[in-house]
């Protein structure tokens, strides 16, 4: 494949409660090091966690900023050639070439066509350093699937059908389902039912388990050994039980839940 999926972001407003949940429940690692902490003070224990293919960045949210789900990544085998694609079929799209030594995964940032932040990187390019240069991994809890909203889902999948040669495996009720050859971008349409679902860009992310109940135990768990890293119930708040049955449309997963900030996770066996 031209492409695959290799990078995702999150801001929050504390890296140690959401890196122990993804540590615990999805079994991830630390790849990199030298994130600054609260004070501004760069720490070796502060870093991108992985699952062995793709790379979570719990970035310090800075005024100005949300917290939640804020951008995600390609690495590709060439990154002009991508950026010619852009420029020949998308030329409007915004370009960033210096993304700054800070950024160990990225050297190029562009926007897709509904405004969702994309990382590019390839290997041996400056500034790919640290885990993500080194072999990937599997293991029995991962990455499944990054899920987008757009008010027209198959004219979105074709930028990414373009430029990153991504393959459509499934249409299910309107939504697009795009593959890298292990993971999926899902394209799911924008509706009235709630606010979240009126808006389009980034929805959710989605992990695959070895066992949907045994998950689930540990989701209650960790609620138990670490009240801070709890995961969020989406069901029973305002608008809940909405988000909750449209999390669980997805056609890549079966459970909904939310981590401990409310970034909104999608399950499957």
């Known amino acids: 494949m031209f492409a695959r999926i290799a990078h995702v972001a999150i801001y929050t407003e504390s890296y140690p409660k959401m890196a122990d949940f993804y540590k615990t429940i999805f079994g991830m690692k630390q790849i990199t090091s030298g994130m600054a902490d609260d004070a501004g003070q760069r720490r ?154 009126m808006q389009e860009g980034l929805d959710h992310i989605g992990f695959k388990v070895e066992d949907l109940n045994q998950a689930k135990k540990d989701l209650d768990d960790i609620g138990v050994a670490l009240p801070q890293s709890a995961p969020t119930k989406v069901a029973g708040r305002r608008f809940g039980d909405i988000t909750r049955k449209d999390l669980e449309a997805c056609a890549a997963g079966k459970y909904g839940i939310a981590d401990p900030d409310g970034v909104l996770l999608h399950l499957s066996d």
Request: proline share 5%; with cysteine.
């Open 44 to 197: 070796s224990d502060l870093g991108h966690i992985s699952d062995g293919t793709i790379g979570l960045a719990l970035l310090r949210r800075n005024p100005g900023i949300r917290s939640g789900l804020d951008h995600f990544g390609f690495d590709v085998k060439d990154i002009q050639t991508a950026l010619d694609r852009i420029a020949k079929s998308y030329p409007d799209t915004l370009v960033k070439r210096d993304l700054g030594d800070v950024v160990p995964f990225a050297n190029v940032r562009i926007q897709d066509p509904v405004g969702v932040h994309i990382d590019l990187s390839q290997q041996g390019a400056p500034n790919v350093r640290e885990g993500y240069t080194e072999e990937r991994w599997d293991q029995p809890r991962h990455f499944n699937h990054i899920a987008l909203r757009a008010l027209k889902p198959s004219l979105l999948a074709e930028f990414y059908k373009q430029i990153f040669e991504l393959q459509e495996v499934e249409a299910v009720k309107e939504q697009v389902c795009l593959s890298d050859g292990k993971n999926y971008l899902v394209i799911r349409p924008c509706h009235t039912s709630s606010y979240t679902t």
